[in-house]
């Protein structure tokens, strides 16, 4: 009996280890799939002639997937309506029949990022197909860059169009392109163009309709016309028209009835850094500014005292701005000295006749040696402002009238130049207008960093002919 049970123990334990050992886990992946879809088939060669298919077929070596295509697709010249396309298992399909396409005219096919693998969404780029419908393929091109009239920075979202040079200048309000192509990294570039001219055109297409039907996107135009067989690159400076801007400053709003408007605190800051009073902070070219939102009503300019160590700076000036929120202290400063702004209670009062309270603020100014000195030489060109900015904030606004320019007190770092073409000489950027062609004035950026380094000078020559030379 004994030898019994151990059997049936025995038996058991074998049979739950074999169970243990069934176990059903998922298997261990490998490695991620980063490769794009590959054409294994087409029913068409690139750059096949006398096309007469009414369907275009790709074939491909994983099963894949659209996304975005209307917006993707790219059939230049533009059909009078977007194409069927699908796709199923392997298979991409682009419909095209007969009533689309134009006799004895080559067409080019750009997929933009539309197809991409069923299951990681890795995209085919650059997938391109040309054909004609006639005996031969046309091959020029035109090719060129879009840059922002205003900032000088090369544009990443705006469609280039070629229009017939018989168009009149309300197509461009009311007809989409015939040939069109999308700007990437500043660039664009039309290809297989017949030899012909034609009308350029770059939009910023804000509602995607290819149209210029709003004074808030932003266009570009080349005054002549363009001929592929003698275009060279081509430069477009994107603007927007003038035109009426909605006010969106809400201060003089008037509150809804029964709602109930909270007082502001009556509180100030200053521009004076005073966490070590020893160290040098202050800039030689700073200017104090005291800000409120609560506004300065009513100023007292005799408890406002600007003093170095002890002794009152009778030459400094006190002055507020027109919106009656800021309040600057201004004089010589001395290097390396040390200065207290003195503010009295009631130096100020509110538009509620509610008196601000006095503060003092002590600092340090810098020593010439803490900045450094840059000197331009560029060739004299009328009606030129140079711009000089840090980062985002804008250092010096020079009108050229030397070859020469020199920037002194700079802080270090890395700083870079901006050259308005200013035409009309009124001191500002002005835009174009499409109307009476007047093109945007140019605002010119150079690329090249400028470092700045304490007690050094910088000297460099920008020399080089004005982008103004290749304005049409």
Not at 9 to 24: P, Q
Not at 146 to 164: E, Q, R
Not at 266 to 281: G, Q
Not at 310 to 326: C, F, P, Y
Request: net charge positive; charged share 25%.
């Amino acid at each position: 009996m004994t030898r019994i049970r151990f059997s049936y123990v025995t038996i058991l334990l074998g049979y739950l280890s074999l169970l243990s050992c069934a176990n059903i886990s998922s298997p261990q992946g490998g490695a991620q799939d980063k490769t794009a879809p590959r054409i294994v088939r087409s029913n068409m060669k690139d750059s096949m002639l006398n096309f007469k298919a009414d369907k275009l077929e790709f074939e491909f070596d994983e099963f894949v997937q659209l996304k975005d295509v209307q917006n993707q697709l790219i059939i230049s010249p533009l059909l009078k309506s977007k194409p069927k396309v699908t796709s199923h298992k392997r298979k991409v399909t682009v419909y095209l029949p007969d009533s689309l396409l134009t006799d004895n005219t080559t067409y080019s096919l750009s997929f933009g990022n539309a197809i991409q693998d069923l299951h990681e969404g890795n995209a085919l780029e650059n997938l391109k197909y040309t054909f004609s419908t006639g005996s031969y393929l046309d091959t020029l091109q035109i090719k060129g860059k879009v840059i922002h009239a205003k900032t000088g920075l090369a544009d990443t979202s705006s469609w280039v169009g070629l229009y017939n040079t018989a168009s009149a200048d309300s197509d461009f309000f009311n007809k989409k392109p015939t040939y069109l192509s999308k700007v990437r990294n500043g660039l664009f570039q039309i290809d297989n163009l017949p030899n012909k001219s034609f009308t350029l055109f770059a939009l910023q297409d804000a509602n995607m309709n290819l149209r210029y039907d709003s004074i808030a996107e932003a266009l570009a135009f080349f005054r002549q016309p363009v001929q592929p067989l003698k275009s060279d690159t081509i430069v477009l400076y994107l603007f927007k028209e003038a035109g009426r801007i909605l006010d969106t400053n809400t201060s003089n709003k008037t509150p809804l009835r029964g709602q109930v408007m909270k007082a502001q605190p009556l509180s100030y800051s200053c521009t004076i850094d005073t966490v070590n009073k020893t160290k040098r902070t202050f800039g030689l070219k700073d200017t104090i500014r005291l800000k409120t939102e609560s506004g300065f009503k009513i100023l007292d300019k005799t408890k406002i005292r600007l003093y170095q160590d002890s002794v009152l700076d009778a030459t400094s000036k006190i002055e507020i701005d027109s919106s009656m929120r800021t309040i600057q202290v201004l004089t010589d400063w001395e290097e390396e000295k040390n200065y207290t702004l003195t503010l009295l209670d009631g130096f100020a009062k509110d538009t509620s006749g509610k008196e601000f309270k006095g503060a003092e603020f002590s600092f340090k100014t810098k020593r010439k040696s803490d900045y450094g000195f840059l000197h331009l030489t560029q060739s004299i060109q009328p009606n030129t402002i140079l711009y000089l900015y840090k980062q985002l904030e804008l250092i010096a606004k020079v009108n050229q009238t030397d070859s020469v320019v020199t920037f002194s007190l700079l802080t270090p770092g890395d700083y870079r130049l901006e050259i308005l073409h200013d035409d009309n000489g009124n001191g500002q950027w002005d835009t174009g207008k499409f109307s009476n062609k007047q093109m945007p004035e140019i605002l010119e950026r150079i690329e090249q960093s400028i470092l700045i380094k304490a007690n050094w000078e910088n000297k460099i020559d920008i020399r080089k002919t004005s982008t103004s030379a290749i304005k049409k």
